[in-house]
């Protein structure tokens, strides 16, 4: 059950301050492939998974000190494994190692995807059905990022492709199973305590990998470490889990369906990456696509 369907007097309010939160992880998720690519400059590919994961602990935990919030119940640490090996660990380890050999660009048509893949696990795991107006708009959705996907990379498929398809199942089991904490928690809860629950694995890691791949320090690298670690991991997924509790996983999974454009845009902006002239007509295709799945019942 979601927050959305209990009908409140509040309903609507809490349908748009929802979709402004998902809306804005929706955005900050739309700079991790840009940013890993720069991180991937300084740092190996397992290095820069574990470093990040190191330094996103820190920030939450110091959050979670300093407002003196009590662990979790018991009943809820399974979840938040489920959502600390999907998000916090599968899902950058594998789009970095793909993005070792696949576009920022490339990758982010591919796991454009994820909307769907979410809205299917939430299905599974609630028991709930969507509309079919719903999985109408969805698909759709789905289908105008795939013709994308080829447009873009020439319908060839890459050696990454099988690492991002990974990266879908594992982050859509993590947002699930995260958008149904955060009705018991606050999203950013959710989001320190997985990240805690994964530090002494990070920190680990971090001394093996940090031994053994070079580290080759620039401007990129730090930055891109910094907001893979401090934008996406921990405001990112903050907000994004916010957002799911108070409008639904199924509906805020679908405003992804915009995250690939806004990486393309980034990629080239600041990798300088090519864009191809259909970029306005899958905008309007997924744009149209997005606000179908918002209006229609779950």
Known sequence: MTAQDSATPTSSIAVSSGTLLAALGVVAFSLTFPS???????FGPWSLVSVRSVLAAVIAGTFLLAMR???PERRHWAGLATVA???VVGFPLLTTLALQTSTSSHAAVVVGLLPLTTAAFAALRTGRRPSRTFWAAALAGAAAVIAFTVQQSGGALHAGDMYLFGALLVCAAGYTEGGRLAQWMPGWHVVGWALILCLP???AGSAVALTYEPVRLSAHGVVGLVWVAAGSTFFGLYVWYRGMAEIGVSKASQLQLAQPLFTLAWSVLLLGETLS??????????LVCIAATQRART
């Open 36 to 42: 890993t690519v720069w991180g991937l400059e300084s």
């Open 69 to 71: 919030v009590p662990l």
């Open 85 to 87: 090996a999907g998000v």
């Open 201 to 203: 694995l990070a920190l």
């Open 277 to 286: 002239p259909a970029a306005p007509l899958a905008a309007v295709a997924v």
